[in-house]
């Protein structure tokens, strides 16, 4: 059994900063992509950031250049560097990860709240 863990939200004003972390724990072989997507109330979840194994990166184009992914692939964690946050950043944030056991499965977070007060 894989459970993936986000921590990390909160509340915080407009310009500040979070960092939130995702975990996978139980009988993981290896863990391929990972990525962050959100979800503001009456809206679509939206893909956010993502990272390779291998450290490729890719964003949201409304987060470049204020967000950075990362991940550390010897505690199967992943992060999300979150600066310069506007209110329209307000989301419940979770986090994917294709994991191999005996088959490789997408994982999802049970999510954590992100509240942006202008």
């Known amino acids: 059994q894989v459970q993936v863990v986000e921590s990390g939200g909160g509340l915080v004003q407009a310009g500040g900063s979070l960092r939130l972390s995702c975990t996978a724990s139980?009988?993981?072989?290896?863990?391929?992509?990972m990525g962050w997507y959100r979800q503001a109330p009456g809206k679509r979840r939206e893909l956010v950031a993502t990272i390779t194994s291998g450290g490729i990166t890719d964003y949201a184009d409304s987060v470049k250049g204020r967000f950075t992914i990362s991940r550390d692939n010897a505690k199967n964690t992943m992060y999300l560097q979150m600066n310069s946050l506007k209110p329209e950043d307000t989301a419940v944030y979770y986090c994917?990860?294709?994991?191999?056991?005996?088959?490789?499965?997408?994982?999802w977070g049970q999510g954590t709240q992100v509240t942006v007060s202008s």
């Open positions: 139980g009988s993981i072989f290896s863990i391929a992509a």
């Open positions: 994917n990860a294709e994991v191999a056991t005996y088959i490789i499965s997408t994982y």
